[in-house]
């Protein structure tokens, strides 16, 4: 089993930057395959970002890319998602996931077998 728990979010201006953090314990993380989710109110979840086990294969949605950096530092169980340009359409919960133990990167919920509990994330206008 994996457990994550997600950290960073909060309340921030249009323009500014929040960095989310994903804390991972029981297995070790560094070889799972993770992602970022959000939902927004009266939405469903929607991917944001994912990255392979190793960090070098990434996707992003195409109305984050550019302002979103998705990454993980193996050494500390931990993934990132830095949030440049925020824009109050990002408000939502963020969730962080860990998927398959191979290569790829999954942009579909239905990968991912082990979910954090979520971090608010609000930007005002």
């Known amino acids: 089993q994996v457990q994550l728990v997600e950290s960073g979010g909060g309340l921030v201006q249009a323009g500014g930057s929040l960095r989310l953090a994903c804390a991972a314990s029981?297995?070790?993380?560094?070889?799972?395959?993770a992602g970022w989710f959000r939902q927004a109110p009266g939405k469903e979840r929607e991917f944001v970002a994912a990255?392979?086990?190793?960090?070098?294969?990434?996707v992003y949605t195409d109305y984050v890319r550019g302002r979103f950096t998705i990454s993980r530092d193996n050494a500390k169980n931990t993934v990132y998602l830095q949030m440049n340009s925020l824009k109050p359409e990002d408000t939502a919960v963020y969730y962080c996931?860990?998927?398959?133990?191979?290569?790829?990167?999954?942009?579909?919920?239905?990968?991912?077998?082990?979910w954090g509990q979520g971090t608010q994330v609000t930007v005002s206008s």
């Open positions: 996931a860990g998927g398959p133990r191979d290569s790829m990167v999954y942009n579909s919920a239905n990968a991912y077998d082990y």
């Open positions: 029981g297995r070790t993380f560094s070889i799972y395959s």
């Open positions: 990255l392979s086990w190793s960090g070098g294969s990434k």
